[in-house]
């Protein structure tokens, strides 16, 4: 069963971001790994449910389980922050995106 994904405004903005900056330092070769990785990602999550660790967070002000994917783009690693919902005829939700180094999400703008 293939459920459809999709990404909350925060995500593609974050994203995006990264992908500027990255585009700007023409990093074309972490580019192209991190644009592989993200379709598999995308294909993985559409097709399995829990292939990833599940961590308590708080979101919005709201306790969630989430899962954490790890995006390896060869010198940099992402990571992806999703939500499976109990409802199967729901979509699989990516929340949030940040730098493997880094130490927080951010949440806000």
Known sequence: MR????????????????LDEYARRGAVRL??????????MLENLARF???APA????????????REYV???????????????????????LLNVRIGGQNRFRWKR
Request: charge should be positive.
């Open 71 to 93: 995006l390896d783009a060869g010198a940099r690693t992402f990571l992806v922050l999703y939500w499976v919902p109990p409802e199967t005829s729901e979509p699989v939700l």
């Open 49 to 51: 449910e829990e292939i």
């Open 31 to 40: 580019l192209d790994r991190l644009h592989a990785a993200h379709r598999s």
């Open 55 to 66: 961590r308590r967070r708080t979101v919005g002000e709201r306790r969630v389980t989430v």
């Open 3 to 18: 459920r459809k994904v999709v990404a909350t405004h925060l995500y593609t903005t974050r994203l995006g971001e990264f």
